[in-house]
């Protein structure tokens, strides 16, 4: 078992920035591929990054390109989200998930956290 507790969520203005963390407990944190996945009310959850078990390798959504960016320190059991230039449509609540393989599908990362909420008023 894996457990995901993320923090850094809150409200920010349109345009400023937020830095998500995701920290982990229960298993080697190399062994898992990590990303971030959101969920804005009304809508389904939808991928925003992911990384690589070493950190070598990232893969981001087109709609963050360019503003939100992946790094990890597995030494500390981390993950982190940094937003920047955030949008009102950025407004979702935020998980970080844990899995085996490197891909965007949800369903294919077996442990999740609890989810932070980021709102951006405009």
């Known amino acids: 078992q894996v457990q995901l507790v993320e923090s850094g969520g809150g409200l920010v203005q349109a345009g400023g920035s937020l830095r998500l963390s995701c920290t982990a407990s229960?298993?080697?944190?190399?062994?898992?591929?990590m990303a971030w996945f959101r969920q804005a009310p009304g809508k389904e959850r939808e991928f925003v990054l992911m990384i690589s078990w070493s950190g070598s390798g990232t893969n981001t959504a087109d709609s963050v390109k360019g503003r939100f960016t992946i790094s990890r320190e597995n030494a500390k059991n981390t993950v982190y989200l940094q937003m920047n230039s955030l949008k009102p449509e950025d407004t979702a609540v935020y998980y970080c998930?844990?899995?085996?393989?490197?891909?965007?599908?949800?369903?294919?990362?077996?442990?999740w956290g609890q989810g932070t909420q980021v709102t951006v008023s405009s």
């Open positions: 229960g298993r080697t944190f190399s062994d898992y591929v």
């Open positions: 998930a844990a899995g085996g393989r490197f891909t965007r599908e949800s369903r294919e990362y077996e442990y």
